[in-house]
């Protein structure tokens, strides 16, 4: 894709200003400040990277307000994010479209109910009862397990694994290498040994989340695990049995959520996040990156630390931890000095 600075001002219905000579600069892709050239167009948030903007060779910049004395040509947006989002997709690399229809290769129960409109690549295997939607994709490698659903508009990166009676609504992504329904972590030691305790329930993942490679969303004991409508999960999560999350959380890569743990909506959870298992967390907590969760939390809070604290304890915290090596060696030097003050004290007796 190749359009002028004054096209892609139209695309992202912005505001132009800047050098009139430069309206008709063809713009080919979306670069940083830093490396941005005069074919690409750059985009700034915020005032730290002004310097670096006016050092830059980009041949335009998305902002959100005018910057005097900027020799760029300038596309004024009411939210950069949202631009910036329309400007990617615009200059994304054109891949070849998924052919309609079942590859030769793939493997196709006769009892499965496969919708107008869908794809189904090399080596699939589709099981007994499964029903796909319209439109959905379903890439190389992948299994899906008996009676499952898939709703319309979905799709399943390479080697994703539906294990069965999971249902997926739509417009939802599973990316590769991602197993949706597998048996839980559940054991009781008896007799001397850990018995698997049986998983019969199954997942549902509704309209619009989107899942991570390397995930693994488990099923159920009984009932289903819910990946709630809208939420995003990145890589390498393992989401546990019977867990229910709300709508439109985002929850970033290595976090671990136990057993039958409950989010709220709008719930965030950085990287490296760990849930104890049966704890509540309210609507729109934010859990900061590395935090331990032991018990539940109150809608709205910001919480960090291990275990986690409210955010602004656990700063406190982390500045003592920060001074632990200077208090150490005060503390060495005070112990010393008192030793050498009764030391002398001794010596007039």
């Known amino acids: 894709m190749e359009l002028t600075v004054a096209q892609l001002a139209e695309r992202l219905d912005a505001e132009l200003a800047g050098p009139a000579a430069d309206m008709d600069r063809h713009i080919i892709a979306v670069c940083p400040i830093e490396t941005?050239?005069?074919?690409?167009?750059?985009?700034?948030?915020?005032?730290?990277?002004?310097?670096?903007?006016?050092?830059?060779?980009?041949?335009?910049?998305?902002?959100?307000?005018?910057?005097?004395?900027?020799?760029?040509?300038?596309?004024?947006?009411?939210?950069?994010?949202?631009?910036?989002?329309?400007?990617?997709?615009?200059?994304?690399?054109?891949?070849?479209?998924?052919?309609?229809?079942?590859?030769?290769?793939?493997?196709?129960?006769?009892?499965?109910?496969?919708?107008?409109g869908v794809s189904i690549g090399p080596y699939v295997v589709?099981?007994?009862?499964?029903?796909?939607?319209?439109?959905?994709?379903?890439?190389?490698g992948c299994r899906i397990g008996e009676n499952s659903k898939i709703g319309a508009n979905c799709r399943l990166d390479?080697?994703?694994?539906?294990?069965?009676?999971?249902?997926?609504?739509?417009?939802v992504i599973v990316q590769a290498n991602s197993t949706i329904g597998s048996t839980g972590f559940g054991y009781s030691f008896i007799d001397g040994d850990h018995k698997l305790i049986p998983h019969n329930g199954g997942v549902v993942i509704e309209d619009f989340v989107h899942i991570g490679s390397n995930c693994c969303v488990d099923r159920a004991k009984f009932g289903n695990t819910i990946?709630?409508?809208?939420?995003?999960?990145?890589?390498?999560?393992?989401?546990?049995?019977?867990?229910?999350?709300?709508?439109?959380?985002?929850?970033?890569?290595?976090?671990g959520l136990?057993?039958?743990?409950?989010?709220?909506?709008?719930?965030?959870?950085?990287g490296q996040v760990g849930l104890a298992d049966n704890i509540e967390i309210g609507d729109s907590v934010?859990?900061?990156?590395?935090?331990?969760?032991?018990?539940?939390?109150?809608?709205?809070?910001?919480?960090?630390?291990?275990?986690?604290?409210?955010?602004?304890?656990?700063?406190r915290i982390v500045t003592m931890v920060m001074r632990l090596p200077k208090m150490a060696e005060q503390l060495k030097k005070l112990t010393k000095r008192i030793e050498e003050l009764e030391a002398a004290e001794d010596d007039k007796r």
Request: with cysteine; net charge negative; aromatic share 2%.
């Open 258 to 270: 136990s057993g039958s743990c409950r989010l709220g909506d709008g719930v965030v959870l950085a």
């Open 36 to 116: 941005a050239d005069e074919n690409e167009v750059t985009f700034i948030k915020d005032d730290k990277h002004r310097a670096a903007l006016e050092k830059s060779r980009a041949g335009a910049v998305i902002v959100s307000a005018h910057i005097e004395g900027l020799d760029k040509v300038q596309l004024i947006v009411k939210d950069v994010n949202t631009a910036l989002i329309e400007a990617l997709s615009t200059f994304a690399p054109r891949l070849k479209a998924a052919a309609e229809g079942i590859d030769q290769t793939a493997t196709v129960a006769d009892s499965a109910r496969i919708a107008e």
């Open 227 to 255: 990946i709630g409508a809208g939420t995003k999960i990145d890589n390498l999560v393992q989401v546990a049995h019977n867990v229910v999350t709300g709508k439109c959380c985002l929850i970033a890569g290595q976090a």
């Open 126 to 140: 589709v099981d007994d009862g499964v029903e796909i939607g319209p439109k959905s994709t379903i890439a190389a």
């Open 286 to 315: 934010m859990v900061g990156a590395q935090s331990g969760v032991m018990n539940n939390i109150a809608a709205g809070q910001k919480v960090a630390w291990t275990p986690a604290v409210r955010a602004q304890e656990a700063f």
């Open 158 to 171: 390479s080697n994703v694994v539906i294990y069965h009676n999971c249902r997926l609504g739509k417009h």
